[in-house]
């Protein structure tokens, strides 16, 4: 292949596709940097990708696109994408959280990144319908971990994301009280508000979130311009939102109907807006 910089532009936009395929998404400034090329140029590159079908743009970067609403990605797929703003928010989440806490955690790649987080805060009891996050939890346990958390697995039918979901999970969930709900989606909006492509997911998580007493939700900047095939939360319904952007078409309204922002300010932490 030709330098970069001295790339054309099909040969461009076969470099950024295949990023986005192999990673799940990229932003503007890692593709200038590593085509060295102009913001203005990998813009227009994003833009005929985007009109093609072949990706999705969303604020800074671009996505896998062209994805039906019902269509779910396993939960592989979903780890490898925005991985430093999970982390990131991750972090910031888990301020949150007092030690001996009862707390509830959604399935989700952003919520099994909270989990490894919170493996060191003691005296925990945590609720979850994740396999993989419980999984974190047990991990922690074997190597000795500091927070020796108590973990309740909900049961229910397993999701391609690796979620169990359905009456049993439900009935589980309904008779738990917890101090805070950690909630993942997959599509986020100030007109659809939280959204997911599988309706028993949907119904567990409308059943989480009338067993806490406090909502945090985490969303990276992916979910702004997803939508799921049905809404199960409102934004009204949030009481501290946690994410890596918050794009100024929905500043306004987020700042009316959630309780609380924190954007992400940086690797260390997140500064309130």
Not at 77 to 105: Q, Y
Request: glycine share 10%.
């Amino acid at each position: 292949m030709a330098e970069p910089g001295s790339l054309l532009a099909h040969q461009r936009r076969a470099h950024i596709l295949e990023e986005v395929r192999r990673r799940g998404g990229v932003r503007v400034n890692e593709l200038t940097r590593s085509l060295n090329v102009s913001d203005m140029t990998v813009r227009r590159d994003l833009d005929a990708l985007a009109r093609d079908g072949l990706l999705q743009k969303v604020h800074g970067g671009a996505v896998l696109g062209g994805e039906p609403s019902s269509h779910e990605p396993g939960f592989d797929a979903k780890s490898g994408w925005e991985r430093a703003a999970k982390g990131s928010i991750a972090r910031a989440a888990a301020t949150l959280v007092a030690p001996g806490s009862a707390v509830a955690l959604s399935a989700g790649t952003t919520t099994h990144a909270l989990a490894r987080e919170l493996t060191e805060i003691p005296g925990l009891t945590v609720v979850t319908n994740s396999i993989r996050t419980a999984e974190v939890f047990e991990a922690a346990r074997l190597g000795g971990g500091a927070s020796g958390a108590t973990v309740l697995l909900t049961g229910g039918i397993r999701t391609p994301s690796d979620a169990l979901v359905g009456p049993v999970a439900d009935r589980a969930i309904r008779s738990l009280h917890v101090d805070v709900l950690f909630l993942g989606c997959h599509g986020l909006g100030t007109s659809t508000g939280l959204t997911t492509p599988n309706l028993a997911e949907a119904e567990t998580n409308r059943t989480f979130l009338r067993a806490a007493r406090r909502t945090v939700v985490l969303a990276d900047r992916t979910k702004w311009t997803t939508v799921g095939l049905t809404t199960f939360a409102t934004l009204d319904q949030i009481d501290v939102l946690v994410t890596d952007v918050l794009p100024p078409e929905e500043a306004a309204a987020v700042a009316e109907r959630v309780g609380e922002v924190l954007v992400v300010g940086g690797p260390d932490g997140a500064a309130p807006r």
